[in-house]
Structures are given as C-alpha cells and as structure tokens.
C-alpha cells in the first residue's frame, strides 16, 4: 500500500524552532515525514532522525533555500511513488489531527488565506515585482491562496513542484535598487514564491483543483484569520466548531495563541515558550 509523505524544508533551523511542528504531527500521523536540512545541522538532524523523519541534505544556505526548496522536493520525489503529499513550511506550524485524515475534494488543494491578493501589500508586492502591474490587475480580485500549505496526489503534487520551479527560474523578483547593487537578497522578496502559486493557480495553469475556506477548512492561515476561538483541549476551531487539522502562522498572532499553544506543547512535552 502506498505512503502519505509530509515534505518541508527546515535548513538553519533550531531544534526548539522544530520540535512543535515534528512532535505535533507525529501524535497523530505515522507515515513518511522528509526534512530538507543544512549541511551543517547536525543537532536538528538527531532530534529529527529520533521522530523517524527521512532527511535530505543541502549546501543551499538558509536565505535561499524557500525558492530552491522545490527543486529539491522534486528531485527527491522522481525515485518515489507516494499517495498523497502535503508540501509546507515548518517553524510556523503545527498539527491538531492527522491532515490527510480530511477527504478532500481536489487533485490538488489550497487553503486561502482571508484577503483579497489586491487588499495585501505583501502579496500583490509579490505579483507586481515578478509578473507585473497588468497581472495583478488581472488577478488581484482572487482570494489569496497559500504556498506554505499545498496538498495533492503524488502525480499532481510533482506537476505544481514542477511549475512553481519553472517560473521561479522564468519570472524573477524584480529587486529594489540598492539590493540589485550589492547582490544582497531583496527581503521583500523572500516570500514570492507565493505570488508563483498565485499566478499558477489563478490563471489556471493547473487543473483538478479545489479551494477550502480559512474559515470553514481543515487547515488554518493565521495572518488573517478573523475568529480565533479554541476549545477545553486548547485546539483551534474553524466557524463549523470542528479543529482545523493544521495551524500555520500562529507566531503572527502570538498574544491570542501564547496561553493555548504553551498548553499544547506541555502535553507534548515540550518547554513553554
């Protein structure tokens, strides 16, 4: 029978940036887990291998490796063949459930965050600065969706990877003057990969695909998020009164989450923060 695989990238981490997110997930979901690592991280590596995680190592430095993360999930997956993947971020996130517990409607899902991509500076920033003022003209209605968050079937997990990777290498962030100078990394543009997905997504570049509320989805975009209410058991709802399966961004709104997530980690145990 084939595996369910959660791949993240998790270079120059700490292992306490880490261990919410692996020991969270691991509560409920005993399938593949892959870490993309630094060379050099040999404590994240233990605390990793010691939670069964599959780990893949890189000379990419740390402020790179969110663009070129892609092309090391998609290396590693041509010698593999898995049911279903969920691709994500890591030190932001953790886990209430088992995410491929959900019966998902899409070959490929995504979870929108609660802003229109013209109502965010960050995002239409994103669009403009890679693909244009026209583009965003043209998309700049559609609910923002989020790259950090992305789950589908093998096969068309591997077709995103393999479109996002192509128009990070055909569509470049067009840097700020001084950053063009130095050759130093635009800090603006370190999220752009998510105008990649945008663009992808909403100009209908790939097919088989399904959206899911922040509100009322399985997975939780915190940035935005407009209610956040939790349970006895410290676990966030969604407007249907059911825990979301997967909290991202939570740091973005500490104050409200600090008391809940403290408990959570507690159970776990893990130290508070």
Known sequence: MKKNLVIAAAVGLKVDQITFFIKSLRKYYAEDVCFVIGQDDYELEKELEKNQ?????????RKSIQFK???????????????????CDSRDIYFQSNPFDFK???EINFFLE???IKDCPYNSNWIVKTYGKEVLDNIGNKTILCSGTVLGSYKKIKEYLYLINNNISKFKYKRRLKYSLTFRIDPEGRGCDQ????????????????????????FAT??????IIFNKKFELLNCLN??????HQYDKKWNEFKNSVNEVRKKLGINQI
């Open 222 to 227: 915190v940035f935005y998020l407009e209610k």
């Open 69 to 87: 993360r892609y092309k090391i999930f998609l290396e590693f997956l041509k010698s593999k063949d898995y049911k279903n993947i969920l691709c």
């Open 104 to 106: 998902y409607d899409g």
């Open 195 to 218: 105008g990649h997905a945008n663009y992808i997504v909403h100009k209908n570049k790939i097919k088989d695909i399904h959206f899911y509320s922040n509100n009322s989805g399985p």
């Open 53 to 61: 995680a599959i780990i893949i190592k890189t000379k990419v430095p």
């Open 242 to 247: 059911e825990p979301y399966a997967l909290v």
């Open 114 to 116: 609660d802003r229109k």
